[in-house]
Every structure is written in C-alpha cells, then in structure tokens.
C-alpha cells in the first residue's frame, strides 16, 4: 500500500560539507503524512520535521533543511556545513491517513547512516 | 522529564523461554507501539494500541504478544514461537492522530543464549 526508499544506505563527508539524504515515497493517498527521524548511536529515534501532503513549502532550520515534491515523490533533507555530531542513522517514514489497520501507520525507509568525519 | 522508558536495556534468551520488554511512557499518550529493528533495516511495526485494553496485530506480529492494561504502559512478550527473536527494539508512543509524531524510548536489545 505505501513504501518509503532510502536509496543511500551510507554516506560519509567531511566535516563542513553539505550533505543530502534523499527519500522516495510511494502511496495511493492524496492525504499523508512525512516525517524525517535522526537515530544516534543511543539507539533512540529524534523527531526532526513533519510535512503534510498539501504543504509543499521547503522548511529551514538552522543548518537542516527540506524540500518536498510531490511531483517526484520526494522528500530530501539537506545538512549544511555538517558536524561531527551529524553522524547518525537518518529514517524518513509515512503515514497515511485514509488506509485502515496497519497499512495506516507509520512505514519506514531503511535509513541512510550518515558519518561525518573530522 | 516526560519520556518514555525501556527496560531492560539488553537483554538475552533462552532457546523455548518467553521474556518481556517493559515500555513506560508519562507524556499522557493514548497510542503506543512497538517496533522491530534488524540491522540496515528500517523499523516494523509489531503491534500497536491506540487506547486502553485495546492492541492490533501490526506487520510482523507473529511470535509476540502485548497488552494494554494502563494507558503509560504497554509490555511486549517474545514468545518462544518467535525463532529469530534477536534485534532491537523500540517502543513509541503519539498523541493519536495521523499528523503526529511518535516518540520513541532508548530500545532494548535482545539476544539469544
């Protein structure tokens, strides 16, 4: 019913280069739901960013950003001038809103492991 | 602090015995869920609960059980029907509605002995 794919399974930069982490999404709902998570080595998932169907506005924060196309199906994120503490594993997910049961929770990419080197 | 805890934080099996994961969440959440992580892979949903004495079976549920008998608790059984049981895993919890995001606990690891 929907799928989510992270096609870099691992990146490595140098710390201050800008790095993007691309997330290809399929779905058969016009409503739904993006998310990006960061999972440092802890183990636990962060919420970075949420992104609703009907907003196709790019979003800032401080050195993250994100671009979201509909027409392509994407949702990348972009860190610029990465930092060692960058370094993480990166999860974006969907959810959709009119399935039932499971198929309406949140699935998940794969992840792509970010390490940024000093 | 409000958050959600996991213990224990490793945690190992027995071949044939069933051991439960504890998940505790203070953030007053109605839903909770429980994910399996393999690694390289992404996380799937074992079984969720969206409000007190009630769970459902969510993608790879077999092998596992839950309850929901308190709304800031939500334990996971491996039971000896499940015959890879070793990965980490994650329990969330969410407000409720779709356009929320789930908050996640520290995770326990589980091995096999």
């Known amino acids: 019913a929907q799928k989510v794919t992270q096609a870099q399974t691992e990146i490595s930069v140098v710390e201050k280069e800008d790095v993007t982490l691309d997330c290809v999404y399929e779905?058969?709902?016009?409503?739904?739901?993006l998310f990006w998570y960061k999972q440092p080595p802890s183990g636990e998932l962060v919420f970075l960013i949420r992104?609703?169907?009907?907003?196709?506005q790019n979003e800032i924060s401080g050195r993250y950003s994100w671009n979201f196309q509909k027409s392509t199906s994407s949702f990348n994120f972009t860190i610029t001038a990465s930092q060692v503490v960058d370094s993480a594993v990166y999860f974006c997910?969907?959810?959709?809103?009119?399935?039932?049961?499971?198929?309406?929770?949140?699935?998940f990419g794969s992840g792509t492991q970010l390490t940024v080197l000093p | 602090d409000g958050g959600i805890t996991q213990s224990p934080k490793y945690l190992f099996r027995k071949e044939g015995q069933n051991v439960t994961l504890s998940c505790e969440q203070n953030?007053?959440?109605?839903?909770m869920y429980w994910y399996r992580q393999d690694p390289g892979q992404g996380l799937r949903l074992i079984y969720y609960?969206?409000?007190?004495?009630?769970?459902q079976k969510g993608d790879i549920a077999e092998g596992y059980s839950v309850s929901r008998e308190k709304k800031e608790s939500f334990p996971l059984t491996v039971t000896s029907a499940q015959k890879n049981p070793t990965a980490f895993y994650l329990c969330?919890?969410?407000?409720?509605?779709?356009?929320?995001?789930?908050?996640f606990g520290d995770g326990t690891r589980l091995s096999i002995l």
């Open positions: 779905t058969r709902d016009t409503t739904y739901y």
């Open positions: 953030l007053n959440h109605d839903a």
């Open positions: 969330a919890s969410s407000i409720g509605p779709p356009n929320q995001p789930q908050h």
């Open positions: 609960s969206q409000i007190v004495n009630d769970f």
């Open positions: 997910a969907l959810r959709s809103v009119f399935f039932s049961g499971s198929a309406r929770q949140l699935t």
């Open positions: 992104r609703n169907s009907f907003d196709e």
